[in-house]
């Protein structure tokens, strides 16, 4: 991988806090706007990072301001940094425009982890797409047959 290819991700952190490190931390799944308007639009976020409208970088810094900085003013695409460059420039401008109605949050979860009282962090949560259920309700047994064969192949 050269020094600017990137990977595509698969959600975003929606607070600025340290992930939890404990072993076996189970995560609750959320519906975003069961947990309020930031973070439904950090769902839309995410959506609209799959349909390639906004940079990875730039979709993080805007939902790290959808989720904490509320008291803001989004249509001003006033976005909290410490700093200036074109991946900043990108969430204003995208932040300034976004416009979630008519959006669709229920393929999308906030995995929700536990407060860690032992190490002294707090939850760490991330926006997430989960799979449709009546698609793995349609993936599940291809799965399955495709193990079998293995298994068979393995028998014989």
């Known amino acids: 991988m050269g020094v600017y290819d990137y990977e595509a991700i698969s959600g975003f952190c929606v607070e600025n806090a340290y992930a939890t490190s404990a072993n076996g931390v189970v995560y609750e799944l959320l519906d975003p706007s069961d947990m309020g308007t930031g973070y439904l639009e950090a769902a839309y976020i995410l959506y609209q990072y799959e349909l390639g409208n906004i940079s990875a970088q730039a979709g993080q810094l805007a939902v790290w301001e959808v989720a904490m900085d509320t008291g803001d003013d989004l249509t001003t695409g006033l976005l909290y940094a410490t700093f200036s460059n074109s991946y900043v420039t990108e969430a204003n401008n995208f932040l300034s425009s976004m ?40 993936l599940g047994p291809a799965f399955l047959f495709l193990g079998m064969l293995g298994r068979r192949r393995k028998k014989v």
């Open 99 to 138: 416009d979630t109605i008519g959006f669709d949050d229920s393929g999308y979860r906030i995995a929700h982890s536990p407060v860690d009282s032992q190490a002294g962090v707090d939850p760490q949560d991330y926006v997430i797409h989960v799979p449709d259920a009546s698609i793995m309700l349609l």
